[in-house]
């Protein structure tokens, strides 16, 4: 079993830069794919981006290619995301999630994951 606690949320201004980050718990957390999810008010919650246990594959959506970079450290159990040139439209509750993947995988479903933390408001004002 693996818990989740994200961390490093805030309020910022439009271009700014954050990093969050999710510290794991349990054995299995060099074996486990993670991804980060996002959700804003009255919206789906959706993938953000993803790296494989092997720390070899990653997967990033669309809008935040060039601006978001998803990194891990295993000695640490922590997964990183750096999100430079935030924009309003990245304002959400960010979500750490964690599932059991082979040596590549880095899932953009949100279905494939197992494990989730409670998750860290980014609130990006104009």
């Known amino acids: 079993q693996v818990q989740l606690v994200e961390s490093g949320g805030g309020l910022v201004q439009a271009g700014d830069s954050l990093r969050l980050s999710c510290a794991a718990s349990?054995?299995?957390?060099?074996?486990?794919?993670m991804g980060w999810f996002r959700q804003a008010p009255g919206k789906e919650r959706e993938f953000v981006a993803a790296?494989?246990?092997?720390?070899?594959?990653?997967n990033y959506a669309d809008s935040v290619k060039g601006r978001f970079t998803i990194s891990r450290d295993n000695a640490k159990n922590t997964v990183y995301l750096q999100m430079n040139s935030l924009k309003p439209e990245d304002t959400a509750v960010y979500y750490c999630?964690?599932?059991?993947?082979?040596?590549?995988?880095?899932?953009?479903?949100?279905?494939?994951?197992?494990?989730w933390g409670q998750g860290t408001q980014v609130t990006v004002s104009s």
């Open positions: 999630a964690a599932y059991s993947g082979s040596y590549y995988s880095a899932s953009s479903s949100r279905y494939d994951y197992t494990y």
């Open positions: 349990g054995r299995t957390f060099s074996t486990s794919s």
């Open positions: 790296i494989s246990w092997s720390d070899i594959g990653t």
